[in-house]
């Protein structure tokens, strides 16, 4: 009987996306059951999987550095505490193991002598059935052992489970994996989950939440004191804690941006890039101990000193640690802008505050996804993509990025890096000519032609979510003939970032 493993974990094990295998499972070419699948099963259906072409971490090797950049992967080796404990754990399954197999071994030879014996005192007739009987049982016991034995996923999971543990969160459902030195806060944010959190530093107890069954282990100092009769519950905070072993949990997350309190905190510039000469890439970077909490598509507003000041979508996810990235356009007449192009350096202070809006991702469905970004509107399109790329659950994601000119699309190279690391992620970029702030004459309907060709082209876009964001005029015309095709506006999400 082969070895049954979540689909997170499947995924994980075949570098594929889960999204794909619930795909499969809906086809009916991956049989699943209770949200679990058979490692003989996966095999069968990802028979080019083998132990040494370590299909997972190269995967994710190429989603961090080309999508993230490399900033994000700072990935280690857990600690050797971890590391150790793990593997004691995994030596005390295999002690067990080794010890009911000897068990069973022994068991088998008894039942084979007490059949033997039988037969002894049988008839013709009843040895015949007992020499069936036996040869029955044999083909069966060769048959149980031999599958798992040379199954390269069995193998690849243990190694898997000895760099990574594996949480599940109640009563959520959400689930994640623990890599390197992570706490468990870092690697829910990094999965896409919006665990419950204040400070991130051990201060405030914000993320404090029961440990229901598992091992965690403290890596990082907190100040936070746990009352004990807390403790003894198994009340750990998730800001200070790694997973030794797979972990459940249970820990409050946001549902939506009504449980996203609103955040004041001194950021530090950190870089200020020019994508081109009217565009600039601002990397803003919040102090260890007040990371923002936001979702994926949301705004923020800038200050600089009293008198400046712009609401900006988040061009970045929080999957993406303490880094806060903006596209900012330079226009005329606009002070910020002006002031960031020309005077903004290095270590200055921004304020922020928020975040704002409700242009987020739907997560509770397995849908195909398509976004639509109009010139910067890219910035909380790219935030979104982040995310849902994190959550690894999309069954396909299709990008058309749209700009007035070749310049709008100043971070091509993005799209073209997601689509390369990624089986199910296509891009398209397209430049329209004209200036898709005003569409001015017969614009509007120019953009809805192209609109259409898109749709004729994979009309399978039109059965999943669209997300549209961009200038206003661009974004009510994507906006309006999206549901004009009968979509309705439960699938159609739209933002005018500017
Ligand atoms: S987030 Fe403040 S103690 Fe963990």
Known sequence: MSQSITLSRAARLVGVTRG????????????????????DDLLASYPDAQLEDNTEYSRVTRIKERAFGKRVFERAMPDVEVLAARITEISRELSHSRTRTTHFNILLERLRGKLDEIEQQCNAE????????????NKEITAAIEPDYLNPLAVRDDLLRVMSAHVTLQPSGHDFFVDGNDTLLEAALRAGVPLNYGCSGGNCGLCKARVVSGQ??????HDY??????????????????????????APVAGGVQDIPFQQIAAKVKSVELLTPDIALLHLQTPRTSRLRFLAGQSLTLRLGDSLSAELPIASCPCDDRNLLFHVRRMPGNLFADYL?????????????????????????ARPLCFIAFDTGFAPIKSLIEHAMSLDAAEAIRLYWIGSDEDSLYLRNVGRAWADALDNFHFTPIVTGYNLRTLADKRAEVLQGTLRTIVEDNPQITAGDIYIAG???????AEQFFLSLGLPKTRVFSSNPG
């Open 20 to 39: 794909e295998l619930q795909k499969k499972i809906r086809d009916g070419t991956l049989p699943s059951f209770d949200g679990s699948v058979t490692l």
């Open 126 to 137: 009843d040895k015949t059935i007992m020499s069936d009987l036996k040869s029955w049982l």
């Open 216 to 221: 965690v282990k403290k890596i990082r100092h």
């Open 225 to 250: 004191v746990i009352p004990d009769a807390e403790k003894a519950q198994g009340y750990a905070l998730m800001c200070s804690n790694t997973a030794v072993t797979d972990v459940e949990i249970e």
């Open 341 to 365: 192009f020309n005077r903004l350096r290095k270590n200055e202070t921004v304020d922020i505050e928020g975040p704002q809006g409700e242009f987020i991702l739907q997560e509770k469905t």
């Open 471 to 477: 200038p206003e005029a661009a974004s009510t015309v």
